[in-house]
C-alpha cells in the first residue's frame, strides 16, 4: 500500500495545538486483481511535540484475512557508529542479512555493519541513543508486537538508488510492525490499529 496514492479524509488543529491528519485507502479494482479481499486503512497523523502514526485496518468483507504491518519510521541521526537501540534486550529476533537465521539480543543494538532483523515477540518501547548529536529518540508503541531495526550500511546503500554515498552513516529505521511470525487476523467487520508515538529528548 505505500505505492499507492491515499486519500485526504481531513486536516485539523486539534485543541491542544497538535494537528491532526486523516488519510485513508480502501480496496478497489486493481487492489483486488492482486490481493481479493474488502479493507479500509485509515492513517491518523498526529504533529506536535510527538508524531503519533495509527494505522487502522478494517475487514470490510465477508471472509477472514491475515496482515502484517509495519510504521516505516527513517530516523535522522548524527553518527549511526555512535547509535545504540535499547528496549531489545533479551528479545528474540529473525536475521535477514543471515538469511533469516534465529538469535536472541544481548545488551544495547550497536552497529558496525549491514543490520536488518525482525525482533519478535516483543512489546517494549525502544529508545535510540544518538550519543553524537546528544539527544534520544523514544519510539513508542501499540497494537505491535514486533520490532525491525534497520540500517543498510555501505555496501548495501551503494545498491540503493534512493541513498547517496555516505547517507547510511546518518540514518536509522526502527519500525514499529507485526512481522515474521507476528501476524493479525481479521474476522470480517474487525480492525486492528497499530500505533507509533515518537518523542526526541
Known amino acids: 500500500m505505500r505505492t499507492r496514492l491515499w486519500d485526504l479524509r481531513s486536516a485539523s488543529p486539534e485543541a491542544d495545538g497538535q494537528v491532526l491528519l486523516r488519510l485513508g485507502l480502501s480496496d478497489d479494482a486493481s487492489t483486488r486483481a492482486l490481493w481479493d479481499f474488502a479493507f479500509d486503512l485509515e492513517l491518523c497523523v498526529t504533529v506536535g511535540p510527538t508524531l503519533r502514526l495509527a494505522l487502522s485496518t478494517r475487514n470490510t468483507g465477508a471472509a477472514a484475512f491475515t496482515i502484517t504491518q509495519a510504521l516505516h519510521s527513517y530516523l535522522c541521526v548524527s553518527d549511526i557508529e555512535q547509535t545504540s537501540v535499547l528496549g531489545l534486550d533479551g ?3 529473525l536475521d535477514k542479512v543471515q538469511n533469516f537465521a534465529p538469535a536472541r539480543q544481548s545488551g544495547a543494538v550497536e552497529f558496525g555493519g549491514e543490520t536488518d532483523r525482525i525482533y519478535t515477540g516483543t512489546r517494549f518501547d525502544c529508545l535510540i541513543e544518538d550519543r553524537a ?6 519510539v513508542a508503541k501499540q497494537g505491535s508486537t514486533s520490532t525491525v ?3 543498510p550500511w555501505r555496501e548495501r546503500e ?6 547517496a554515498a555516505g547517507e547510511h552513516r546518518h540514518m536509522l529505521c ?3 510492525c507485526n512481522a515474521g511470525p507476528d501476524q493479525i487476523t481479521l474476522a470480517p467487520g474487525a480492525a486492528h490499529t497499530l500505533v507509533a508515538t515518537m518523542s526526541v529528548a
Open 149 to 151: 531495526v534497520w540500517n
Open 174 to 176: 526502527v519500525e514499529t
Open 133 to 138: 548529536g546528544g539527544r534520544s529518540i523514544r
Open 91 to 93: 528479545c528474540d529476533y
Open 158 to 163: 551503494q545498491a540503493l538508488t534512493d541513498m
